[in-house]
């Protein structure tokens, strides 16, 4: 998405791609991949009236990842979920992007380490809660 004020194409981060896939996939919902990425891209890139809110939302992207994938889904399957339902939900994409990191198919699409194509990811992985679930 390319806005007035921004000259260059801005891009997600390469892993946003395949937790997309995952994340779509784990819940049965393939058709909601396009859906989701637009969703996040489109949130992301937004023009932002303060200074400094872009920065915010980058730091937490996973998190933007799976509410925006939460926000397609029920409205894609037009339905109501209980506040149980949220919090399994929610704990289910947790353990997916908790997985990513360590899937070979992912690591060979982005590559180890921390490189460029896992920015936005640093701060998730650093999270005392992922580490005490032992997600990170």
Same mark, same amino acid.
């Given at each position: ?5 921004? $000259? ?50 980058? *730091? ?23 506040? $149980?339902?949220? $919090? ?22 982005? *590559?180890?380490?921390?490189?460029? *194509? ?10 005392? $809660? ?7």
């Amino acid at each position: 998405m390319k806005h007035a004020g921004n $000259k260059e194409k801005e891009t997600l981060p390469l892993w946003v791609g395949p937790a997309i896939r995952k994340i779509c996939t784990e819940f049965n919902a393939e058709r909601a991949v396009p859906h989701v990425w637009a969703g996040v891209e489109s949130i992301l890139f937004s023009p932002c009236p303060r200074d400094g809110v872009r920065e915010k939302r980058e *730091g937490k992207l996973p998190a933007l990842v799976g509410a925006v994938f939460s926000h397609v889904v029920t409205a894609m399957e037009n339905r109501i979920v209980s506040q $149980k339902g949220m $919090k399994e939900e929610k704990r289910r994409i947790l353990d997916v992007l908790g997985s990513l990191r360590g899937d070979e198919v992912v690591q060979g699409k982005v *590559g180890g380490g921390y490189g460029e *194509g896992w920015r936005g990811w640093e701060r998730y992985g650093r999270s005392r $809660k992922l580490h005490r679930r032992g997600m990170a």
